[in-house]
């Protein structure tokens, strides 16, 4: 089956950088999202990685390595509107249409 | 509107009653996705249509759970005599093409609430 564990809660201060893990298992692997979700809204796409590096796109950037099966979101300047949950996400191996999300992280910004 | 729409945002049924979300994708897109969340979760997957056909429902957790797209656009999800475990906030995603990305595109939700 597939899994993916992320931590719970990560707590930082504005300004700072952190990082926000997620390790997966799946049968077959096509690549790691991250969504965004602040607290009574959507989800929003934010990265995806499909093979391993580094993706960056402005403040936020999103790093893969496929023979650990682990990713992590970093976000760097941190401010108060990124306090939100952030969920990693792979497709299962056998069913390509069918997503699994994380549990996902929630982050907490203190100014 | 240029996002995808839910409808109704909320829904307060009786247990035993039936219920139908409505979906409105973006336009053009022609994968949709319905997920379940629950709070403090990530979003479970239900079922996925390729334009009008139903291509994966193994989320689906049982027979009362329906969904439909019938001219590959607006889908319905329909909750048959409903529990109150089916209480949970259901999501639809939509994205542009078949596997051609992980971007899906979520609407706002329908809060069911079975009493």
């Known amino acids: 089956g597939q899994s993916l564990e992320q931590p719970s809660e990560v707590t930082a201060v504005e300004g700072a950088i952190v990082q926000i893990n997620c390790t997966y298992q799946t049968s077959g692997f096509y690549g790691l999202s991250w969504y965004q979700q602040h607290d009574g809204g959507a989800p929003t796409f934010l990265s995806y990685?499909?093979?391993?590096g580094l993706e960056e796109t402005g403040r936020f950037s999103s790093f893969l390595s496929r023979s650990d099966s682990y990713g992590y979101l970093l976000l760097q300047e941190l401010q108060m509107k990124d306090s939100a949950s952030y969920f990693c996400?792979?497709?299962?191996?056998?069913?390509?249409?069918?997503?699994?999300f994380g549990s996902g992280t929630k982050l907490n910004v203190k100014p | 509107g240029a996002g995808v729409s839910q409808s109704p945002r909320y829904k307060v049924t009786k247990r035993g009653q039936d219920v139908a979300l409505r979906c409105d994708p973006i336009?053009?897109?022609?994968?949709l996705y319905w997920y379940r969340q629950a709070l403090g979760q990530g979003p479970e997957f239900l079922t996925y249509?390729?334009?009008?056909?139903?291509?994966?429902k193994s989320g689906l957790p049982n027979d009362r759970f329906s969904a439909e797209r019938p001219e590959g656009s607006i889908s319905t999800l329909t909750i048959q005599r409903t529990e109150q475990r089916d209480s949970a906030m259901y999501r639809c995603?939509?994205?542009?093409?078949?596997?051609?990305?992980?971007?899906?595109?979520f609407g706002p939700g329908t809060r069911l609430t079975v009493l």
């Open positions: 995603a939509s994205s542009l093409e078949q596997g051609s990305t992980d971007t899906q595109y």
């Open positions: 249509f390729n334009y009008e056909a139903q291509q994966d």
């Open positions: 990685n499909a093979l391993d």
């Open positions: 996400a792979v497709r299962d191996g056998d069913n390509f249409n069918k997503f699994y």
């Open positions: 336009s053009g897109h022609v994968s």
